[in-house]
C-alpha cells in the first residue's frame, strides 16, 4: 500500500525560508511525477509545484521565482523549498504522487506564514 509522508512545515515570519519533503513508501511501480498543492481556509486545492521523474517543472504563477521542486527518484522523495514566504501562502500542502497512473495523496502540512 502506498503511503505519502509529508515533513516539514510550521510557522515563519513574511520574508522568511521553509522547506518541505514528501517520501512515497511502500511503493514498488513507476514514478511518473510528485507535486505539492496547497489549499488555503476557504478557498479550492491548487496546485503549487510539480515535477515529473525526467525532471520537467511545473509552478504556479504565485510562487514561480521563490518556491524550488526537487526529486530524488531513487529515493522516490520530492522536495519544496520556498523562500520569501508571504502571507498569502498559509494553507495546509498536500503531497501528491502518481505512481502508475493513480494519483496518492498525503494527509497535508500546515504552513503558517504570520508575523
Known amino acids: 500500500q502506498v503511503q505519502l509522508v509529508e515533513s516539514g512545515g510550521g510557522l515563519v515570519q513574511p520574508g522568511g525560508s521553509l522547506g518541505l519533503s514528501c517520501a512515497a513508501s511502500?511503493?514498488?511501480?513507476?514514478?511518473?511525477?510528485m507535486g505539492w498543492y496547497r489549499q488555503a481556509p476557504g478557498q479550492q486545492r491548487e496546485l503549487a509545484a510539480q515535477?515529473?521523474?525526467?525532471?520537467?517543472?511545473n509552478y504556479s504563477n504565485s510562487v514561480k521565482g521563490r518556491f524550488t521542486i526537487s526529486l530524488d527518484s531513487a529515493k522516490n522523495t520530492a522536495y519544496l523549498q520556498m523562500n520569501n514566504l508571504k502571507p498569502e501562502d498559509t494553507a495546509v500542502y498536500y503531497c501528491?504522487?502518481?505512481?502508475?497512473?493513480?494519483?496518492?495523496w498525503g494527509r497535508g502540512t500546515q504552513v503558517t506564514v504570520s508575523s
Open positions: 515535477i515529473t521523474s525526467i525532471g520537467i517543472i
Open positions: 501528491n504522487a502518481n505512481i502508475d497512473l493513480v494519483m496518492y
Open positions: 511502500g511503493s514498488h511501480g513507476r514514478l511518473y511525477n
